[in-house]
């Protein structure tokens, strides 16, 4: 890894935010998928999840543009197994909806653990995700048409969630736990070893300041070796 990567990676890793997140319900258009992923990953965003009663629902890479190498998408069959996970993790969630109780997307406290919910294309976010929401939220229409693409709307609110933060001081420092960091520096900078450590079922090295890995010899022997045929 050279010295210009590891400074981008350790860069990009120093902004990620744990703590925020969003839920796609029943997005099932590919290019819809991946435009959010990618947007999380400009915006700091660690991991994001998904729901898909059904198998078969694909991300694009094009359209993701390398974002899913950097984001992990957690997938769920039920909603509610999605939001007690992200409850589990201390998150608000916030759901997209046109409302009585729906307040101007810009008044949430987006410096609070937060799940953006967004929903299906043409039906939203279901009832039964609508129920388990701390709020719902609205983007002001000025115009003809109430709603926004998906991704644009994810796009939008997730900004002003990243316009909070950074004036909270919530970038620029690591806020992912140490384990975590050090996966992701040896998966990033050295994918190819990383590759090899899950064939072989090897533990990750640390690495150390210089971005290079710290192993002992039984380790890089066991790297050397040739992996084992599976049993039929």
């Not at 998928?33 to 694909?58: C, M, N, Y």
Request: hydrophobic share 40%; glycine share 6%; proline share 5%.
């Amino acid at each position: 890894m050279s010295p210009e990567r590891f400074a981008k990676i350790k860069a990009v890793l120093a902004m990620r935010q744990p703590d925020l997140t969003v839920c796609m319900e029943e997005v099932h258009k590919a290019h819809n998928l991946s435009a959010v992923v990618r947007t999380a990953d400009a915006i700091g965003i660690h991991e994001v999840h998904a729901i898909f009663p059904q198998k078969g629902v694909r991300m694009r890479p094009h359209t993701a543009g390398g974002s899913l190498n950097w984001v992990k998408v957690h997938r769920y069959r039920h909603i509610e197994e999605a939001v007690t996970a992200l409850r589990t993790q201390g998150m608000q969630i916030v759901a997209t909806n046109l409302s009585a109780k729906a307040k101007d997307f810009r008044d949430i406290d987006y410096t609070q653990p937060t799940a953006l919910l967004v929903g299906q294309e043409l039906q939203g976010i279901s009832p039964e995700a609508l129920a388990l929401a701390d709020h719902h939220v609205v983007i002001p229409m000025l115009g003809m048409v109430q709603s926004l693409n998906v991704s644009v709307a994810s796009a939008l609110i997730l900004y002003e969630a990243q316009r909070q933060r950074q004036n909270a001081g919530m970038y620029g420092h690591s806020r992912l736990p140490e384990t975590e960091w050090q996966r992701l520096l040896f998966e990033r900078g050295y994918p190819q070893l990383a590759q090899q450590c899950n064939r072989k079922g090897l533990p990750f090295p640390l690495i150390d300041e210089a971005g290079e890995v710290q192993a002992d010899e039984d380790w890089w022997q066991a790297m050397r070796a040739a992996t084992p045929a599976k049993e039929a």
